[in-house]
């Protein structure tokens, strides 16, 4: 017999139809009361456009801006599992809970320096290896070829898989007897290599999948990048008898910069926020030795219960996370304008 | 070998070098493909062989065991429904309050637009798990914990902001012309936006739904934290949860991978060049 029975089919049609049904009906209250107030009484200017807006407004109002706000109440609280519903609130706990993050080890072990220099290193390297390796590869599909789209649909498969999955099955395969990596290199007549158990090669082994994951994003953003540059200007740098490497550095890659800068963007920002490969492929482990940042606020909120200190620590981590941003566009803009000179 | 590389467009390459550049992406190919084959070949493994050291792609006595214990024996058919009722309807959610806003940021200009946009972007940087922790405390405070509802809001925390950035792209293609004309023959500006805009923009509204629907179709973390049932599991719970024992499941898992990520994966194919156009859309214009 098939597990799922028509129980469970009709009790998730009803929860989805009472969702979806007040839903609807919280929309339509909305509307009218902002009909009413903003255009027949206060009749504003903008008041079309502000009731196009108010569902999502709200919703965004609900879902972001007031979770945003209780998470620093929270970050000034003493609220751990057992004080989950009667935590207190006061500037004192707050300077504990953000003393914390710098004082002691984040979860056991490791203290949030170190965690901060990794995840430094696992973004720097993944987004190098990205860059480089999508660069590569697009390069290489610009050119007139045959197969051009089936070499394009096969390279695309890492990013087509689920990442849930790509993570669970690449966790397998680092299993240090049954996994292929361990039996190709055997084979080339290398000795195995405890993938999950050292903790440096277990965060050899996460950057792995990650680089293997994350560089078709960027072959398909710079392949559009590429082909968006017009073939003449090569022909013109051709009759000057510049060099490959001349062309490259002079028309490909400025030409290229509005593309990679938000790319690169993105990619920073994706590689300082995964979270699922690492968790789901060592957990952190072993000994905390894979965590980054995201991974350890997830730990210690969720499986330390510490939600005052977690809400504090998620507070540093974003002020983080918005310099590096800040100082990686500032850098890479910076070197457009020193190669533009 | 730099001339190679990164030499002209647009004219034929000498005979040594297009073999040279095949080489290479077959090479890359085989390295972007082979994992996924080998999921598909330790799917077809009978119990006996599971553990082996074969790197042999099709497995001696190759089996559909797997996939029979899979949909019969375990909750394979459990986990799939609860992700498409959450993901479907997250991605209603989703469309119906984004489509409308985008149309606002799209076509008027108003105090506090741009920052409006901005802050949208913004939301989409914040590291996983910050809100987790204040929406996990108000589900449970509202009694929604352990419930399609409170997975459907916390999924609905990306969903919004990323439809309205994404369909305010759209929009910004579509002629204001198309719009003006209908106002012109009387219509009213919400006539103009359900008579001309909806239905101009349904490829684009089919496209921002399936993005929704593939992101909290795969979505883990919050899942991880909002229910704890087993019944209420959505698949990638569901797969963790195979993978803890390892040794015994590892087929079981790829069965149910195969079965997941092969219809994952052609959606995605088919509508990626959509996304890439959308991410670049958004960016440019203001």
């Known amino acids: 017999m098939i597990p799922l029975t028509w129980d469970m089919v009709v009790q998730g049609l009803v929860e989805a139809g009472r969702i979806l049904g007040l839903l609807a009906v919280g929309v339509v209250v909305l509307e009218l009361f902002a009909y009413f107030v903003f255009h027949r009484w206060l009749k504003l200017k903008h008041s079309l456009p502000l009731m196009l807006m108010l569902p999502a407004l709200v919703a965004v109002a609900a ?13 000034f609280s003493n609220m751990s ?3 989950f519903k009667n935590f207190s609130v006061g500037l004192s706990y707050g300077i504990e809970n953000f003393l914390d993050v710098f004082r002691a080890p984040v979860l056991q072990n490791v203290t949030f320096l170190k965690l901060l220099l990794r995840t430094v290193v696992w973004t720097a390297v993944n987004v190098v290896f990205h ?5 590569f590869l697009a390069i290489l599909l610009n050119r007139p070829l045959k197969g051009k789209a089936i070499y394009r649909t096969l390279l695309t498969i890492p990013w087509a898989i689920p990442q ?9 395969e680092f299993h240090y007897q049954y996994g292929f990596v361990n039996a190709m290199l055997k084979q080339l007549g290398f000795a195995p290599v405890q993938w999950l158990s050292d903790p440096r090669w277990a965060f050899v082994a996460v950057i792995i999948v990650n680089i293997w994951l994350g560089i078709p994003f960027m072959m398909v953003i710079l392949l559009g990048g590429l082909q968006s540059i017009s073939p003449e200007y090569y022909d013109a740098a051709q009759i000057d008898g510049a060099s490959g490497w001349q062309q490259f550095r002079s028309i490909t890659m400025p030409l290229l910069k509005p593309v990679l800068i938000p790319a690169t963007v993105l990619g920073v920002v994706w590689t300082f926020n995964n979270f699922n490969v690492i968790y789901l492929i060592t957990r952190g482990g072993p000994m905390e030795g894979t965590d980054i940042l995201v991974t350890s606020l997830y730990k210690a909120v969720f499986e330390f219960y ?11 981590i974003l002020i983080i996370l918005l310099l590096f941003t800040w100082v990686h566009l500032r850098i890479t803009r910076g070197m457009g304008e020193a190669e533009g000179a | 070998m730099m001339k190679k590389l990164f030499g002209k467009k647009g004219r034929e390459d000498s005979l040594a070098k297009r073999l040279l550049i095949h080489l290479v992406l077959i090479m890359a190919c085989v390295i972007a493909v082979y ?5 598909i070949t330790i799917s077809l493994r009978p119990g006996a062989q599971l553990l082996s050291t074969s790197l042999a792609l099709i497995p001696a006595n190759a089996t559909l065991e797997n996939y029979r214990t899979l949909i019969f024996d375990k909750d394979f058919t459990i986990w799939l429904w609860n992700s498409l009722v959450v993901s479907i309807t997250t991605v209603i959610v989703a469309v119906l309050l984004s489509a409308s806003a985008a149309y606002a940021f799209s076509r008027w200009t108003f105090p506090g637009k741009k920052q409006g946009l901005l802050f949208l972007l913004t939301t989409q940087m914040l590291p996983p ?17 352990n419930t399609y509802t409170g997975m459907i809001l916390a999924h609905s925390v990306g969903a919004v902001p990323f439809s309205i950035w994404l369909l305010k792209g759209y929009y910004d293609t579509i002629p204001k012309e198309l719009e003006e004309a209908a106002l012109v023959d009387g219509a009213g500006a919400i006539e103009a936006f359900l008579k001309v805009i909806i239905p101009l923009s349904t490829p684009a509204l089919g496209v921002c739904g399936l993005f929704s629907f593939m992101s909290s179709w795969s979505e883990f973390m919050m899942a991880r934290v909002m ?6 599991f959505t698949w990638p719970l569901g797969f963790q949860k195979l993978l803890d024992q390892f040794t015994s499941q590892w087929g079981v898992f790829s069965a149910a991978s195969v079965l997941v990520a092969v219809p994952a994966m052609l959606l995605f194919m088919y509508s990626s060049k959509w996304l890439v156009s959308g991410l670049t859309l958004g960016g440019v214009k203001e």
């Open chain 1, 63 to 75: 879902l972001i801006i007031y979770p945003f706000g209780f998470n620093l109440k929270l970050a």
């Open chain 1, 81 to 83: 599992m057992y004080r």
């Open chain 1, 131 to 135: 860059v480089l390796g999508g660069l």
């Open chain 1, 164 to 172: 849930v999955i790509a993570a669970l099955a690449w966790k397998n």
């Open chain 1, 306 to 316: 510490r939600y005052g200190f977690g809400a504090a620590y998620s507070t540093v």
């Open chain 2, 35 to 39: 994992p996924f084959l080998r999921v």
């Open chain 2, 129 to 145: 798990g910050m809100l987790l922790l204040p929406i996990y405390v108000m589900v449970v405070r509202m009694q929604l914990f």
């Open chain 2, 227 to 232: 229910l704890q049932k087993s019944n209420l």
